[in-house]
């Protein structure tokens, strides 16, 4: 089984939701860069701060952000899934460097392909719980922003990056930024590209599969 697995993709591709349906299934602790930026901005640390002056216009937060966060959170994990990290080649390249040193090295990247027609589409409807976290898309699930969250009754709402301006940036840094790191995994072997179209549990049947055969 696979046990040490990164989720690369662009926005809306659905990295968080097979993260946390493969982190219940396998039991591996999951986490995201974005998530984990967003709740030090709701506690109101410098990091979170810095982190959102850039995420809010739709643009990466620095290299040192994510290695800090990811760093502490990896420290002495066996097993874990990231979704979102790295997003540029030398994130990737420190992240190594720091698997390297704890002699864990990665069993697998995922990445998540899907087109930039698709991801407008899938982003523009996209609604988050204030309250628990929770991902629901308008069309999918048929809710919009007045309804209560399915799961706990919360608030919903859009991110204050899923806007069109924001939109266009974080596409177009994706394809800069995160495309090499794609490449690099590519280079090692490591990675192993999903076709996201056809939908959330066809897609949760492939990467399940794959989790379970050995790294
Ligand atoms: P996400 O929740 O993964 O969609 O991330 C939200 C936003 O946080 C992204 O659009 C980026 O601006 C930023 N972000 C998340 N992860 C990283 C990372 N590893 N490096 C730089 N910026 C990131």
């Not at 990896?74 to 540029?88: A, N």
């Not at 698709?118 to 922003?145: D, P, Q, W």
Request: proline content about 5%; glycine content about 6%; some cysteine.
């Amino acid at each position: 089984m696979k046990q040490r697995v990164v989720l690369l993709g662009p926005p809306a591709s659905g990295k968080g939701t097979q993260a946390s349906l493969l982190g219940a299934t396998f039991g591996i602790p999951h986490t995201s860069t974005g998530e984990m930026l967003r709740r030090e901005r709701a506690a109101g640390t410098s990091l979170g701060i810095e982190a959102d002056t850039y995420t809010r216009q739709g643009f990466l937060f620095p290299d040192h952000l994510a290695l800090t966060v990811v760093e502490q959170w990896v420290d002495d994990r066996e097993r874990f899934l990231l979704d979102g990290f790295p997003r540029t080649l030398s994130q990737a390249q420190a992240f190594d460097r720091m698997l390297l040193d704890r002699a864990r090295p990665l069993d697998v990247v995922y990445l998540l392909a899907l087109s930039d027609a698709e991801v407008r589409r899938r982003m523009l409807g996209r609604l988050t719980c204030e309250s628990c976290g929770a991902v629901y898309n308008s069309e999918f699930h048929k809710i919009t922003a007045d309804s209560p969250c399915p799961k706990c009754t919360g608030h919903l709402a859009r991110r204050s990056d899923d806007t069109e301006e924001a939109l266009d940036h974080r596409l177009s840094q994706y394809h800069e930024l995160t495309t090499p790191v794609a490449t690099y995994y590519r280079d090692l072997g490591l990675l192993k590209t999903i076709d996201v179209s056809p939908g959330r549990d066809e897609v949760f049947k492939t990467l399940y599969a794959d989790m379970r055969e050995a790294a």
